[in-house]
């Protein structure tokens, strides 16, 4: 198996396609990379600007270029020896009009070849239900996009067909003699009633009006394409026809301002397998799952087999050619049965690297039966992050938090009460989806008779809302010890909340550990089990918009903790939890991902390393603050006794200040419009004042007006005065921290993820902000003079790093020295033992140091943290006179070592001090010598 020695994650779209990632593909073999790492490129809805939006996986994206260019990407990455890792979505589709799979199944109903594909309920094993698809994509109301005149019936090649703006969905065939049969006396005066034409007109109005009711997908299929051929014939070749269509398609289409006149229409849509509705409705009523609650996205039944072979087919052909050697899983957790999909991918692919995006909670481990090498990162993540949080300062950060916006609520009990907001405003459909059908059980059972829908409801809320991990992964083969022990935990947790609900969450327990009864028929089993798959595929989706996506918005103590896959009430990790992570993951899943920046982190490292400088400066920081707050205090309004922004808003915003201020002021403008941007999208995914569902204008133009106002004018600001000197301090530090960090990453148990352009600062937000346009002609200039420079004195190019390091030559320079020890001594960091090294001195807790052993080689990670503590502003984290009595224990008797990111020589003798070790550059990483 080939396993990536370092990826570099690219984001493609129409303006970064497959001849700009060519154009870019020796500068990453300079940098150092060995894989490059693919953001779904198969076809997506047009215009995507991430690519999960996939409407046809068996075709590449036209936007991203032709067949060609996509050939000859592959060829440069090949003669460069470099891998591909592709991104791929299993789990749903867009629903998109360019969707031709889910555009046939909304035309042709149960009677589409295409059915089996989407999780809709037409094709569930239980309570079938042919009620219309939700075609939930409609900005306003239906009735007033109807009347308004944004709904319109059109007719061309393809067929009948209604549109709304860029959305285009095909009529049933039955409807066609809707639109035939009015005003057709007036066609037959104007050509005759014998006239060949007309009697033609009169044949396809027969055939669409006898149409049988019992036929099978291709028969259905045939008599479409006889139909409409026949029509298109007659509607081009006649001119009578032609405006007879013309005429019925604008009286249809109806007038704005005679809602009558769209009775025709709203009769015509309401005999389709589809209902086009309010965008809204989706939060409250909804029968297809969803990726999370986006209407856009529709699940795909993948476990169906000849799905899994339709959607993996191109997949699979570039893996057997060589042209992809490594595939990442999108929500693994999204799936019915995640284990029978990997296996199934195993088959297909071999030999081949596999890694999933899986979101671990503390202390929990991947299934040990997934044939994967492991996570896409979001574990490491948390992990090498908490580590630069000062832990011991908790309760002071406590205490400032509280102290400055009231706020007591802990992020344990937070947790519960968003997951249920969650379900009442934006998962409510489905959770009453899965009520049904516990209820249809519950009610075949003696002890669950008496269960009201209400009660289930109130019962399976309280568990979900409860429940400790992303997911569970029972199946028919039964449940493994660590879920059964998971499901006790929720059960009992959930007791006390629910105390006139003991009988219902009993029976709640008993469906999820799969205690069948000895007089449960095969079918009742069969029930039970699509119930506990349901509820799986549900509890991660609930996780991630009630934690992530709220909880995270809320809960604003320390924001640097509020990450995809953290645990904000964990105020960092210990030395020991670290190495302790490392050494599982070494012997483990040594081939997952270890990453820092993706496309759906909440902030990039680089903000994320400033900000963790806060946590060694309690005091400090709540000054600031309350002086920054008092500053700005006639900035926010008051508007029925509330304080716009309030004063969690504006906690967090100093937070995010501080975090993505640029070195740069000629940035400090975009910056602001980003900042603005970004609290938007804060402020309504915390729903507190504002949401996506109900917009609060009057609250959300207030904390951007709040923004505008502390940073105007630029010059001479008050706020800025303050601002600036501290918010610098904070950021030299921080470079300090993102150096070690970048390091650790290197150098730890796993494959080195780099996000794009983050090998220079970068201080982007969440997204959008984190996939913008990144600048690769000046990277590829800094590499290249780098690279020279290093050649002819590499002490004088560190000198002058340090100097100018607001630049982010320095980290591109790291980055660069990194990966070429990686790629140097790969076996040891792919293979050899993790070894924690022992720390003494004055300044002991500002070190983490491991060392990588195998055979002969050993190589010792060293990188500081804590820099507040250690130095004064202007100082450099280096030399004896700093690191004073600071000594590591070395694990080997080697006397020599050469240090790969200075290349210069380190003398030692059983033990090391720091001071030597870091003589010439802020992290060290020692290789041994002879």
């Known amino acids: 198996m080939r396993i990536p020695a370092a990826t570099y994650r690219i984001q493609f779209n129409s303006e970064f396609g497959f001849d700009a990632a060519k154009a870019i593909t020796n500068y990453l073999v300079e940098l150092g990379i060995s894989d490059l790492y693919a953001s779904p490129i198969f076809k997506a809805r047009p215009g995507s600007s991430h690519g999960y939006d996939v409407v046809d996986p068996t075709q590449l994206n036209p936007e991203l270029g032709t067949q060609e260019a996509f050939e000859s990407l592959v060829q440069e990455l090949q003669q460069h020896k470099l891998g591909w890792l592709q991104d791929i979505v299993p789990n749903h589709m867009g629903y998109d009009s360019q969707n031709k799979y889910l555009m046939d199944v909304l035309e042709y109903g149960i009677h589409s070849s295409y059915v089996d594909y989407f999780d809709i309920p037409w094709n569930a094993p239980f309570g079938i239900n042919y009620e219309p698809i939700l075609a939930p994509l409609l900005g306003n109301f239906y009735g007033e996009c109807l009347e308004n005149g944004d709904i319109q019936l059109k007719y061309d090649e393809t067929g009948l067909n209604v549109n709304y703006f860029s959305l285009k969905i095909p009529l049933k065939l039955e409807s066609y003699a809707n639109l035939l049969s ?508 504002t949401e996506w569902l109900r917009e609060n204008s009057v609250y959300e133009n207030a904390f951007t007006d709040f923004v505008t106002a502390i940073f105007e004018p630029l010059k001479d600001n008050p706020f800025l005065k303050e601002f600036l000197p501290f918010q610098r301090w904070v950021a030299e530090n921080g470079i300090y921290n993102t150096l070690s960090q970048t390091l650790l990453k290197i150098t730890s148990p796993g494959v080195p993820d780099f996000y794009q352009g983050t090998e220079l600062w970068d201080f982007s937000l969440v997204d959008p902000d984190n996939r913008r346009r990144v600048n690769f002609k000046t990277r590829e200039s800094y590499l290249k003079a780098i690279k020279e420079h290093a050649l002819t004195d590499i002490l004088k190019l560190i000198d002058e790093l340090l100097a100018n390091k607001e630049d982010a030559k320095i980290k591109l320079f790291l980055v660069v020295q990194g990966l070429k020890a990686r790629t140097e001594y790969l076996q040891v960091f792919q293979q050899g033992d993790y070894l924690p090294l022992e720390v003494s001195g004055k300044f002991k807790e500002n070190i983490i140091a491991f060392a990588r052993n195998d055979g002969n080689k050993t190589i010792i990670t060293i990188a500081p943290r804590f820099f507040t503590s250690l130095i004064q502003p202007g100082e450099y984290p280096l030399g004896q006179d700093i690191w004073n009595d600071t000594t590591l224990k070395l694990p080997t008797q080697v006397t020599s070592w050469k240090d790969a990111i200075s290349e210069q020589t380190v003398e030692a003798n059983g033990t090391l001090l720091i001071g030597e070790a870091l003589k010439h550059f802020p992290v060290g990483l020692l290789v041994s010598q002879g």
């Not at 044939?371 to 300062?393: P, R």
């Open 182 to 689: 009015e005003n057709l006396d007036k066609l037959a005066q104007a050509l005759g009633r014998e006239h060949p034409i007309f009697v033609r007109l009169l044949g396809v109005l027969y055939i669409v009006k006898s149409l049988p009711s019992e036929t099978v997908a291709q028969q259905r299929q045939d008599q479409a394409a006889f139909v409409k051929g026949l029509l298109w014939e007659l509607y081009t070749e006649n001119p009578e026809v032609k405006t007879f269509i013309d005429e019925n398609l604008q009286l249809f289409n109806g007038e704005p301002g005679k809602a009558e006149s769209f009775d025709l229409l709203e009769s015509l849509l309401s005999e389709q397998f589809f209902r086009l509705c309010y965008w809204k409705v989706g939060a409250e009523e909804m029968n297809y799952r969803r990726f999370f609650a986006v209407n856009e996205l529709i699940s795909v039944r993948v476990e169906n087999l000849k799905v899994f072979e339709k959607t993996h087919n191109l997949i699979n052909k570039l893996v057997s050619e060589g042209k992809f050697t490594g595939l990442r899983i999108d929500h693994i957790d999204g799936l019915y049965d995640p284990k029978q999909y990997l296996d199934r991918l195993r088959e297909k692919t071999g030999d081949t690297y596999i890694t999933v995006e899986k979101i671990l909670q503390p202390g929990e481990d991947l299934p040990n039966d997934w044939s994967v090498q492991g996570t896409s990162g979001y574990d490491y993540l948390n992990y090498i992050n908490g580590i630069f949080c000062k832990t011991e300062n908790e309760d002071k950060f406590t205490e400032i938090y509280s102290g400055f916006t009231g706020l007591t609520t802990s992020f344990e009990e937070m947790v519960p009460d968003k997951k249920h907001l969650i379900l009442e405003r934006t998962l409510a459909g489905d959770i009453d989806n899965i009520t049904s059908l516990l209820k249809k059980i519950a009610s075949k059972h003696r002890y669950g008779n008496d269960f009201t829908i209400n009660g289930l409801k109130r019962a399976l809320a309280e568990v979900l809302s409860r429940f400790p991990v992303y997911r569970t992964y029972v199946t028919k083969e039964g449940i493994s010890e660590i879920d059964r022990a998971y499901v006790h935990e929720v059960i009992e947790a959930t007791k006390p909340h629910t105390p006139f609900l003991n009988h219902e969450l009993n029976l709640i327990e008993k469906l999820l550990l799969l205690e069948y009864d000895d007089d449960t028929t095969q079918t009742e089993k069969d029930q039970w089990l699509y119930f506990v798959m349901r509820v799986q595929q549900y509890t991660g989706p609930l996780m991630a918009k009630g934690v992530e996506d709220t909880a995270f918005y809320v809960y604003n103590r320390f924001i640097s903790l509020n990450e995809v896959g953290g645990e904000p009430s964990h105020f960092g990790i210990s030395t020991s939890e670290f190495h302790e992570f490392n050494q599982k993951r070494h012997k483990q899943w040594s081939g997952a991902m270890s990453t820092t920046s993706t496309h759906d982190t909440k902030r990039c490292e680089d903000s994320r390393a400033r900000l963790n400088v806060l946590s060694e400066i309690p005091e400090e920081w709540e000054k600031q603050v309350r002086k920054w707050s008092e500053i700005n205090s006639s900035h926010r309004k008051t508007v029925d006794q509330l304080t716009m922004p309030d004063r969690n808003d504006e906690y967090v915003l100093y937070q995010a200040l501080v975090g993505v201020f640029p070195f740069n002021e000629e940035e400090f403008p975009s910056c602001i419009e980003r900042v603005k941007d970004y609290v938007i999208k804060a402020i309504r995914e915390a729903k507190v004042h």
